[in-house]
């Protein structure tokens, strides 16, 4: 499924819509489309265009053209996995579920043995080939696990249920493919009016972003409270109060076991709390520190706490071998 079809449903007989609403709506689903494609690792690899407009509500027929890949099996499994998730992605609000990552998984390795076996191709083709889908097992286990790109999309869903609302003609909307025998229209999922608001974010809906590699310069550290004042720092240029979450680190200052205090540098894992505003853009509420892994002092001197030995060892060992869900840092038991 090379070509996806955005039918908004208008009442019978009734051909024309908000332009308004038209255009960002026909932002939004292209910024989900371009995600799912940057996501995959396919952003040189292919265009989207849009093909002549149909009537019967008001209909975008958007067409995946793949540039620079040969095979047409590994062209037909793109094209396959693109139209599938934009189908999802456009329509639904759950995340990636596990039984379809682990599918791709076993796709991907099949096709990936299959052009490593095919004597016709040229070495160099093969490479590229296998890289694109090596890329591709990268992406969709990034759609399933990492919550950056989750709420990205859904922001963008967001957005886009939040202006189909605001044109009371719309009644429905559907993705659909192009029958390519008898050229009609076949509906693979729709969204009718009274769902639309399941898909509009409020101010609680975003998971927190987590810095795994954050650097704070300390301002001003609260070195004898039990977690109710903010600390202040510079992190990323900006001057930040957050709260110290680590009641390790906290009781080793407390006990004198480390000598910390103003204008030392601390590494650490950086929680930013986050929702969407009154106009739905996105803003930070707040900061925490969840794991520091050391602090660097005037001097130059590193302390490393216990469980920045942990990380850096974690991060020497070997590589293991490819699992269904790769690692993006996002371990909830680091602390463990």
């Known amino acids: 499924m090379n070509e996806i079809v955005i039918h908004f449903h208008l009442p019978e007989n009734k051909h024309e819509m908000n332009a308004k609403v038209l255009n960002v709506c026909e932002a939004k689903v292209i910024a989900i489309i371009e995600q799912i494609i940057e996501t995959l690792g396919l952003q040189n690899e292919l265009q989207l265009s849009m093909v002549v407009r149909s009537e019967g509500g008001i209909r975008d ?11 047409a099996f590994l062209v ?10 934009t189908v999802k992605y ?6 990636l579920e596990f039984q379809v990552v682990e599918q791709h998984v076993k796709d991907i390795a099949e096709i990936t043995t299959q052009i490593q076996r095919d004597t016709k191709l040229q ?3 093969q490479q590229k ?6 890329g591709m097992a990268t992406g969709i286990a990034r759609l399933a696990q990492d919550t ?3 709420n990205d999309i859904k922001k963008k869903q967001s957005g886009l249920y ?3 609302a605001a044109d009371n003609d719309i009644e429905k909307f559907s993705v659909e493919s192009v029958d390519e025998h008898t050229n009609e229209f076949v509906e693979q999922a729709s969204v009718s009016r009274e769902e639309f608001g399941t898909f509009v974010l409020d101010s609680g809906d975003l998971e927190p972003e987590i810095d795994r590699k954050a650097t704070i310069a300390i301002i001003s550290p609260v070195l004898n409270d039990n977690g109710r004042l903010k600390w202040k720092g510079e992190y990323n240029g900006e001057i930040i109060d957050f709260y110290m979450s680590d009641d390790d680190f906290k009781q080793s200052i407390l006990l004198n076991q480390v000598k910390f205090g103003a204008n030392d540098l601390l590494s650490c894992v950086l929680k930013k709390n986050r929702k969407i505003n009154e106009v739905g853009e996105e803003v930070i509420t707040g900061y925490s520190v ?3 892994f050391g602090f660097e002092h005037d001097d130059g001197s590193y302390t490393e706490t216990v469980k920045g030995q942990r990380e850096r060892l974690r991060g020497n060992m070997p590589d293991e071998p490819t699992t269904l869900y790769m690692d993006f840092g996002d371990n909830p038991n680091i602390n463990k």
């Open 129 to 134: 080939q296998t890289q694109i889908l090596a």
């Open 290 to 292: 969840e794991t520091v």
């Open 61 to 71: 027929r958007l067409k995946y053209q793949i540039i620079s890949i040969s095979g």
């Open 162 to 164: 939040k202006n189909l």
């Open 76 to 85: 037909a499994y793109i094209a396959n996995v693109l139209g599938e998730l």
């Open 90 to 95: 456009l329509t639904k609000t759950s995340n």
């Open 123 to 125: 070495l160099e083709e």
């Open 148 to 150: 950056n790109t989750q």
